[in-house]
């Protein structure tokens, strides 16, 4: 069972564009964080949310949590190829000692 | 870069065989973690350690072991390697439960 689903699976744009990747359960989540992770290398922490309606923005990145907080998103605006990766969103849920992650989304910015 | 490595960082090993997996920490963190990573299936949780001695089983502990007998090291041991078990092992350590999470540059371990 996945608790946590993210869309799209894979991505492919051009430099410049905009995207947003979805993160969704039917669960509900204490905090959310969001992980990129390059080729070779562990995932590493861009973001925690951790209340509903939340909006942080780390550059050109904006992550918000839903109102419910059982979903989350990030909005990149004029991707570059350095954001190429794999983006993981990860949930915490109160009493359970684990990180729930998503299965990821990949992207691929083209030059 | 948070101080922890994984050793080591590619293995090949055969059927049936034991392995040990270890991860070594330089930040004095008291949570460490044990993820599997598989396409399709995202991060899973193994196994995870609270503490020296202290550990519990996470969403796909069949088939593993850990131990943690100092604050620095986590040691994760296939007791009988299967081909299911083929995957990116990656250790993970946090100050706090679920809080920020710093993971080591992962295992490729290959089962044949």
């Known amino acids: 069972t996945q608790l946590l689903e993210q869309s799209p699976q894979f991505l492919s744009i051009q430099e410049g564009e905009n995207l947003t990747v979805y993160c969704n359960s039917s669960?509900?989540?204490?905090?959310l964080q969001w992980y990129r992770q390059e080729p070779g290398e562990g995932p590493v922490l861009l973001v925690t949310?951790?209340?509903?309606?939340e909006v942080k923005k780390l550059k050109r990145l904006t992550f918000q949590f839903g109102d419910a907080r059982k979903d989350s998103s990030l909005h990149i605006t004029a991707a570059q190829p350095g954001d190429t990766g794999l983006y993981l969103c990860?949930?915490?849920?109160?009493?359970?000692?684990?990180?729930?992650f998503g299965t990821g989304t990949r992207l691929t910015v083209i030059p | 870069d948070a101080g922890i490595t994984q050793s080591p960082r590619h293995k090949v090993t055969e059927t049936g065989t034991p392995v040990t997996l270890r991860c070594h920490q330089t930040?004095?963190?008291?949570?460490m973690y044990w993820y599997r990573q598989d396409p399709g299936h995202g991060l899973r949780l193994i196994h995870y350690?609270?503490?020296?001695?202290?550990?519990d089983k996470g969403e796909v502990s069949d088939g593993y072991s850990v131990s943690r007998s100092k604050t620095e090291d986590f040691l994760l041991t296939l007791e009988s390697a299967t081909s299911s078990q083929t995957s990116v092992y990656f250790c993970?350590?946090?100050?706090?439960?679920?809080?920020?999470?710093?993971f080591g540059q992962g295992t490729r371990l290959t089962v044949v």
């Open positions: 993970a350590i946090s100050e706090l439960d679920n809080t920020e999470a710093f």
């Open positions: 669960s509900v989540f204490s905090s």
């Open positions: 949310v951790v209340t509903g309606g």
């Open positions: 990860a949930g915490t849920q109160t009493g359970a000692n684990n990180l729930f």
């Open positions: 930040e004095n963190h008291r949570y």
């Open positions: 350690s609270y503490g020296v001695k202290d550990t």
